[in-house]
């Protein structure tokens, strides 16, 4: 089974801020990584799909890289709704996986 | 507009069984995967697992931990996917959400469903 590792698993940042969440796969994924954000009582949405595409309605501050084993979500100026917490999940096989999530927080 | 709501949760004793439903709408259904996944209270996201569209012969895969208790299906005709949880443990407890999934991604959730696994 693959596993997703994702750092830091907390961030404490402002408004205006870039953030950069890395994510790494146990084995080589391809570009098989999706990015979700999710809120409080909420279900997750998906920002991200195939490591760099940025889902139809997600803002352009968010910013997917990486292919193999490495990649990285960035928000590049933070906005108040963007306080969440975010998930990385490989879809090269099954079972899918998910990191362990980052919440990002506001200092 | 695409909507998925599961239905189905409550509250139930340790090795009993629950059936959850997704009922899908705004896209034609029998076209995707349709992907089951849970999150335990406080916890990150697992998958439970997956159904695949008709045109892949609608063959499932499961998580271990579900593996042999919990039977995916579903109804095309109806736009309905189905969650059969058997012999439900404690750790099984968490909210349920149904998921339409293409490119490897989950595209859409739904609101999620919470089961309760007490004695």
């Known amino acids: 089974d693959i596993q997703m590792t994702q750092s830091p698993s907390s961030v404490s940042a402002s408004v205006g801020d870039r953030v950069t969440i890395t994510c790494r796969a146990s084995?080589?994924?391809?570009?098989?990584l999706a990015w979700y954000q999710q809120k409080p009582g909420k279900a997750p949405e998906l920002l991200i799909y195939?490591?760099?595409n940025l889902q139809t309605g997600v803002p352009s501050r968010f910013s997917g890289s990486g292919s193999g084993t490495d990649f990285t979500l960035t928000i590049s100026s933070l906005q108040p709704e963007d306080f969440a917490t975010y998930y990385c999940q490989q879809a090269n096989s099954f079972p899918l996986a998910f990191g362990g999530g980052t919440k990002v927080e506001i200092k | 507009e695409v909507q998925l709501v599961e239905s189905g949760g409550g509250l139930v004793k340790p090795g009993r069984s629950l059936r959850l439903s997704c009922t899908a709408s705004g896209f034609t259904f029998g076209d995707y995967d349709m992907n089951w996944f849970r999150q335990a209270p406080g916890k990150g996201l697992e998958w439970v697992g997956v159904i695949r569209g008709k045109a892949y012969g609608e063959t499932t895969e499961y998580a271990a931990s579900v593996k042999g208790r919990f039977i995916i299906s579903r109804d095309d005709s109806k736009s309905i996917a189905y969650l059969q949880m058997n012999s439900l443990k404690t750790e099984d407890t968490a909210v349920y959400y149904c998921?339409?999934?293409?490119?490897?991604?989950?595209?859409?959730w739904g609101q999620g469903t919470l089961v309760t696994v007490s004695s």
């Open positions: 195939a490591a760099s």
């Open positions: 998921t339409r999934e293409a490119v490897g991604a989950q595209l859409d």
């Open positions: 084995q080589g994924i391809s570009s098989w």
